[in-house]
């Protein structure tokens, strides 16, 4: 059982036993999803081309893909949405109900025909409309990322990722499975977006060659980053470009990424006592 929190936007969060930490940024998990995922991913230029595919990293309690249904039935511009949404925890689908039991996802609830989504793993399909013309398959799968990242081959428009934070859990936030996602991206659309402004992880999106904007702060938290593929993407103009004290920050011993192997095996251990190491020979 999943202890529910409710945090400052009325919306709820759970608390992990496992990290110490809440799903969720305190301020508000709705919030959250919105400003740091939903905004800035620039839907409406993706939706315009008819299709949007999205991998919700870490779906949990499904913010991220359920305020992204609803900004898409807002704008209502017809195409064909395929979200993939990993977990590796079944457990915490239980929450999905009472998630979507806010009020903010009333209209969007009146599409998903009395409890689309279930507590399991599975594949869901509705329409976002009743022209049936926005329509969206959304699989909710039970995998590790790492292991998704090295076997998946789509061409996806936006990675949301969503991880606890890089100092719980670092094999989640290593360059080497940034790389990955810059391959799974598409050249002109793809974005990645995340919550955490850690130095470690700009930097380390960086060096596998993405663009790096910082995104709105929510609550006390500095904003979440947008990561693109292409240098003159438009989403840009939705995010800020990093001022000069959060670059310097990248060039201290925080800036140093997390790393894995090459087929993302590296143990937590590994990865934590491998950067330990090169903050050691920092100078
Ligand atoms: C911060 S929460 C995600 C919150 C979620 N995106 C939302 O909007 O509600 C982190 C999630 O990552 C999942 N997780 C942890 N390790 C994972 C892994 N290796 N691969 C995929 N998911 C993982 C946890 O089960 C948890 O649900």
């Known amino acids: 059982m999943h202890k529910r929190v409710v945090t400052g936007d009325e919306s709820i969060t759970c608390f992990n036993d496992e990290t110490g930490e809440l799903y969720h940024n305190q301020a508000g998990a709705f919030t959250e999803a919105l400003k740091n995922y939903v905004e800035p991913a620039g839907l409406a230029a993706i ?3 008819g299709s949007i595919t999205v991998m919700d990293v870490c779906f949990g309690l499904g913010y991220n893909t359920f305020v992204l ?32 039991a806010d009020k ?20 869901y399909e509705f329409a976002l409309d009743e022209a049936g013309k926005i329509r969206i398959r959304v699989e909710v799968k ?30 989640l936030w290593t360059v080497d499975l940034f790389k990955r996602y810059h391959k ?14 850690a130095p470690a992880v700009r930097a380390g999106l960086r060096l596998a060659g993405f663009n790096v904007f910082a995104t709105t702060a929510v ?16 989403r840009k103009g939705n995010a800020a470009l990093l001022t000069d004290e959060q670059e310097e920050r990248l060039k201290t011993r925080s800036g ?20 330990e190491r090169e903050q050691q020979h920092w100078q």
């Open 47 to 49: 939706a315009k081309t």
């Open 69 to 100: 249904l609803d900004e898409l039935r807002k704008l209502g511009i017809a195409c064909e949405v395929n979200i993939l949404g990993l977990d590796i925890d079944e457990a915490i689908l239980s929450v999905l109900d009472d998630v979507l």
């Open 104 to 123: 903010r996802f009333a209209e969007l609830r009146t599409f998903m025909n009395d409890g689309v989504f279930k507590s399991e793993f599975g594949v």
């Open 142 to 171: 039970q995998q590790d990322i790492r292991e998704a990242a090295m076997t998946l081959e789509q061409d996806f428009d936006l990675v949301f990722h969503d991880g606890f934070s890089p100092y719980k859990v670092p094999e």
């Open 184 to 197: 799974l991206l598409d050249a002109r659309k793809g974005a990645l977006l995340t919550y955490s402004a």
């Open 219 to 234: 609550g006390s938290k500095h904003g979440g980053t947008l990561a693109t593929i292409s240098a003159e993407d438009e």
């Open 256 to 275: 140093i990424p997390y790393r894995d192997n090459e087929t993302l095996t590296a143990t937590r251990e590994q990865v934590m006592s491998l950067r």
